[in-house]
């Protein structure tokens, strides 16, 4: 007797896979297709075969952006440690913590296109910072820190340490709540000062967290555009000084009108994170494995 | 016996709905609304001389008389009709259009001006009915998207001064326009902005309301502490770099003062006067002695550090402004129309604003046009979105936004009014008696430029190695031209 067809988790699933194929599926098809051809948005596209592939390789601007990402990376490892630090500061019972919990988490709420406005308004000529420094007599003259090409990277990252410690931290914190206090009462028997009991307590016991926070936090680093946006007031940094691939691809695409390179640049972009990923990933595992 | 009786069924039958309808028709029917009055028509019979040929037989033809009824008399009782309304201008409306009308920035602070206007429009143009939106930040983004959705809107506010037109219509997206008006309605337009931004020798654009740059004084830190008199200040840009240095001596303030990053090449026409592509369009010559002069006056106002660089090489408008309006700057150029900005972040600062004419570029072109009216060239009512654009763009129109802010018309016969005449009071009026020479004289000076957006983008990453990276200003510019004839080339 044949087997009856049960499409009952099919249409479970439906709804689901309905809008994983019209937002997901649909979007990166398209976008392989427009990758291959010119294509300006309002009128249709053109197939060109690889030619878009071909003058990536050889644009100055995306290698400079790719650097400049990767670069950007930078801000994964200086997080993991503040955040770690901070989380251990915040795991105590003191009056009042909650609250101290909770301004750490303010900017996570606030949006990076208001915060990155903000910090813009810090960085001015005629700024917060520049008014302090004036004041105490630390500099002479203003700094125009955004008109410097040097600052324009470091700044955007640190406006992104600023904005995920919040969140990165509340992470660590659930981690650490999750340690099993009889492990420190040990290391404390061991001869553990406090610096040693969270060596070789806290960070092992969040590895977990550490590799989530690692993966998601360098996938939002190669990702990053508001923070270049908001700060470089949409060019990028003098001299592309702020450009990194994202904000690379929208420039092409919205900027100049170029929707099938901005495809071919996503593509090179989508290879590049699923690779750094993958690496990511394996590399934080085969740590694990070890201990 | 049962055809008898069938029969006489039928009979009885057909007698009772006879009586149904001979009742209700007496006492049942509602009383009739009251007709509008009929024609009276009265006839008589008159006599008609005619001559009739006979159809079979042949005979000589015969005239005979044949009595006939005609029509001698006719009172015919009308609605009074409704002179022609003067702002109606534009034929052949298709009768019952729905068409949309999109704008940049207006709302919510013109709403009611946008709306009331729409009401004239939908009164002189009876069927036709507009529905309005108002796009923001988000506008050049929104309407390509609708382009190439298909659902663009029907009469669409574009940008001049930002080349806006030229984009759209070079892509075939535009109504040309020049065919589809009469001369009358040309004329209504000041020669210049109906001639701006002519694509293949087609303009796509009703002009509307136009800005016109002025410099905005502080007097607090130009008067007050750098002791500078206002007709003192620079007629042309040359005098800009002396200037800047005086205001950076004697008060420490730098110069904000903004580079179009988006346009760059429209600058170098207006302000440096240089030829940016030959004649015949085939290669482009940005690199002449009288561009290296232009960018060498900037270089040489970042090397003596006169000049605040993050507003220099911005593309937004607002820091530059916001700078302004912190009292952290001597002065500005900008529209009149957002002193009302300075006014709302920085009271203080109004009542030591003064406005003077902005310094004319080496071509001496005073300026170009600020905002347009075009229609979709894919709309379905292009006489209807033709005449929503010219509506919008009318002498009347145009007064009445004026009224409300510092914008200038496109059409002469808008400033005949007293409000043009009348002595300025505020500083946000202070241009209005010199408007309409100034408007009169603005024209588009630079012209088709391939790549376009392509080739800006080479010529700002130029200006700014030349800027900031000690690149001497010849060779960025020949190594831009470099770039941007390749481009030409493919």
């Known amino acids: 007797m044949p087997k009856k067809l049960n499409l009952t988790p099919y249409l479970f699933l439906a709804p689901a896979l309905l809008v994983i194929g019209v937002f997901i599926l649909y979007p990166i098809l398209a976008v392989i297709y427009y990758s291959f051809t010119e294509y300006d948005i309002v009128t249709a596209p053109v197939w060109i075969g690889l030619k878009n592939y071909q003058q990536l390789w050889n644009d100055e601007v995306f290698w400079l952006a790719l650097r400049n990402s990767f670069v950007y990376l930078l801000v994964t490892p200086i997080l993991i440690v503040l955040c770690i630090l901070l989380a251990i500061a915040v795991n105590r019972k003191l009056p009042g913590i909650n609250a101290f919990r909770a301004i750490y988490y303010v900017p996570v709420i606030s949006g990076s296109i208001a915060v990155g406005y903000a910090w813009r308004m810090l960085f001015d000529t005629n700024g917060l910072i520049n008014g302090a420094l004036l004041s105490l007599g630390l500099i002479k003259e203003s700094i125009q820190w955004l008109a410097e090409p040097a600052l324009t990277l470091p700044i955007a990252m640190a406006l992104t340490i600023w904005l995920g410690l919040g969140y990165y931290m509340m992470i660590f914190l659930a981690g650490l709540q999750n340690i099993p206090e009889e492990l420190y009462d040990a290391a404390l028997i061991d001869g553990c000062n406090g610096i040693q009991k969270h060596w070789y307590v806290s960070v092992p016991g969040l590895r977990p967290q550490i590799t989530f926070v690692a993966v998601i936090s360098a996938l939002a680093a190669l990702e990053v555009f508001n923070e270049i946006y908001t700060l470089t007031g949409g060019l990028g940094g003098i001299l592309n000084s702020g450009v990194t691939m994202v904000f690379y691809l929208w420039k092409q695409a919205f900027k100049l009108q170029h929707a099938g390179y901005a495809s071919a640049i996503a593509m090179a972009l989508l290879v590049i994170t699923l690779l750094f990923s993958i690496v990511n990933i394996r590399s934080l595992e085969r740590g694990t494995e070890q201990e | ?490």
């Open chain 2, 1 to 490: 016996m049962n055809r008898k009786l069938q029969f006489r069924v039928s009979l009885s039958v057909l007698a009772m709905l006879l009586v149904a309808v001979v009742a209700l028709a007496a006492c049942g029917a509602p009383p009739a609304p009251a007709a509008p009055a009929a024609p009276q028509v009265v006839k008589e019979t008159v006599v008609v001389p005619q001559t009739v040929v006979a159809a079979q037989t042949v005979v000589a033809a015969q005239t005979v008389v044949v009595p006939q009824t005609v029509v001698a008399q006719q009172t015919v009782v009308v609605e009074p009709t409704a002179a022609p309304n003067p702002e109606a201008v534009i034929p052949n409306v298709e009768p019952n259009a729905e068409i949309t009308l999109w704008t940049f920035w207006l709302s919510p602070t013109f709403d009611d001006y946008i709306k009331d206007t729409i009401a004239r429009f939908e009164k002189a143009y009876p069927g036709v009915k507009v529905n309005w939106e108002d796009h923001q930040a988000t506008f050049q983004d929104d309407l390509k998207n609708a382009f190439a959705a298909g659902k663009a809107p029907d009469v669409i506010n574009l940008s001049v001064s930002e080349g806006w037109v030229s984009d759209y219509a070079t892509k075939g997206l535009l109504l040309p326009l020049d065919d589809k008006v009469s001369q009358d309605v040309k004329d209504l337009y000041f020669p210049g902005l109906w001639n701006e931004q002519i694509v293949d020798g087609k303009n796509y654009q009703f002009p509307w309301y136009q800005g016109m740059n002025v410099e905005l004084i502080n007097m607090k830190i130009y008067s007050d502490t750098a002791g500078l008199k206002l007709e003192d200040f620079p007629k042309t840009i040359d005098g800009l770099p002396a200037l800047c240095k005086t205001i950076k001596d004697k008060t420490g303030t730098l110069c904000d003062i903004r580079l179009t990053t988006n346009d760059l090449l429209a600058q170098m026409v207006y302000e440096g006067g240089v030829d940016v592509i030959s004649k015949d369009g085939k290669t482009f010559t940005f690199d002449s002695p009288e561009a290296v002069s232009w960018l060498q006056m900037y270089v040489d106002m970042v090397k003596a550090g006169t000049v605040d660089k993050s507003v220099l090489v911005t593309d937004q408008d607002r820091v530059g402004l916001d700078l302004f309006a912190s009292g952290n700057a001597a002065f500005y150029q900008t529209g009149p129309n957002l002193i009302r900005e300075v006014r709302a972040n920085n009271p203080g600062l109004y009542g030591y604003l003064a406005a003077v004419p902005a310094p004319v570029g080496r071509s001496g072109v005073l300026g170009k046009g600020l905002m347009s009216l075009s229609a979709n060239a894919a709309t379905k009512f292009p006489n209807a979105s033709i005449a929503l654009a010219q509506f919008f763009t009318n002498p009347q129109s145009m007064l009445d936004f004026s009224k409300l802010v510092a914008v200038y018309p496109s059409t002469p016969k808008s400033y005949d009014d007293p409000f043009f005449a009348a002595k300025p009071i505020a500083v946000e009026d202070s241009a209005k008696p010199i408007a309409k020479d100034i408007i009169s004289k603005y024209a588009d000076i630079v012209p088709t430029i391939p790549h376009k957006a392509d080739v800006n983008d080479i010529v700002l990453q130029a200006v700014q190695s030349a800027l900031f990276n000690n690149v001497p200003a010849q060779q960025a510019l020949s190594d831009a031209v470099k770039k941007a004839n390749a481009l030409l080339a493919q």
